[in-house]
């Protein structure tokens, strides 16, 4: 039972170089989540999607971009790293609550996260 | 805006001592209030929830009470265990998931 699976787990980047981390699910949840974990500064929502096909922005979007093509992957991408963006990344994911809401008030399952330095 | 705020750590207990972890939050409307548990190397894992005023959620020994009164959400254990040495986050629900800044818990035997 694998839950939520985050690739890569390490990865070291050049200011400039781009690359995609990829989140997959095997719970049939609806909802995905990307966050940034920052010492001292809990986690913040990077980008989220409520279903296959659509995705919005969290508190801190800017220099990310992410897609949802299929509902079990939730892909994020740095079009040009830059050392700001050095972070331990997590993905979460979570069934709907039904009551239309866009974050979901159920709890979230999240992956054991990715530790990206940016040089 | 809404924000949580948890005690800074790290707390350094005993084994079998007793453990609080305050927490306590500003919404505007009804948040639901999470803790939220991140063992070293993983990532975090629900602990514990309420979802209303006055609920209490529990899970493995742990235990918070959802305070209207003085907006908070404590986290409590009677009894700590090495195993139970992590970084604790309390947690806000109204638009969005809330996440304070974490707590480390570092118990000895």
């Known amino acids: 039972n694998a839950g939520v699976t985050q690739t890569p787990k390490f990865r070291v980047l050049k200011t400039g170089q781009s690359m995609t981390l990829l989140c997959a699910q095997d719970?049939?949840?609806?909802?995905m989540y990307w966050y940034r974990q920052d010492p001292g500064m809990g986690l913040r929502l990077i980008h989220y999607?409520?279903?296959?096909?659509?995705?919005a922005k969290g508190e801190v979007p800017d220099g990310y971009n992410v897609s949802r093509l299929k509902k079990q992957n939730f892909l994020l991408g740095l079009e040009s790293a830059a050392p700001s963006q050095t972070s331990v990344y997590f993905c979460?994911?979570?069934?709907?609550?039904?009551?239309?809401?866009?974050?979901?008030?159920?709890?979230?399952?999240f992956g054991d996260g990715t530790r990206l330095s940016i040089l | 805006g809404d924000s949580v705020t948890q005690m800074e750590g790290p707390v350094t207990l005993s084994e079998e001592a007793f453990l609080t972890i305050n927490c306590t939050y500003t919404?505007?409307?009804?948040?639901?209030l999470f803790w939220y548990v991140q063992y070293p190397g993983e990532g975090l894992q629900l602990l514990l929830k309420?979802?209303?005023?006055?609920d209490k959620g529990s899970n493995k020994g742990f235990e918070a009470t959802y305070r209207k009164e003085t907006t908070s959400f404590h986290l409590e254990k009677g009894s700590v265990q090495v195993s139970d040495s992590a970084v604790y986050f309390c947690?806000?629900?109204?638009?969005?998931?809330?996440f304070g800044t974490g707590t480390r818990l570092q118990v000895f035997p």
């Open positions: 979460a994911s979570s069934y709907a609550d039904g009551q239309a809401v866009f974050i979901s008030n159920q709890p979230q399952h």
């Open positions: 719970m049939n949840h609806e909802y």
């Open positions: 999607s409520v279903g296959e096909g659509t995705t």
């Open positions: 919404a505007t409307g009804y948040p639901s």
């Open positions: 309420a979802t209303k005023a006055d």
């Open positions: 947690a806000l629900n109204t638009d969005k998931l809330i």
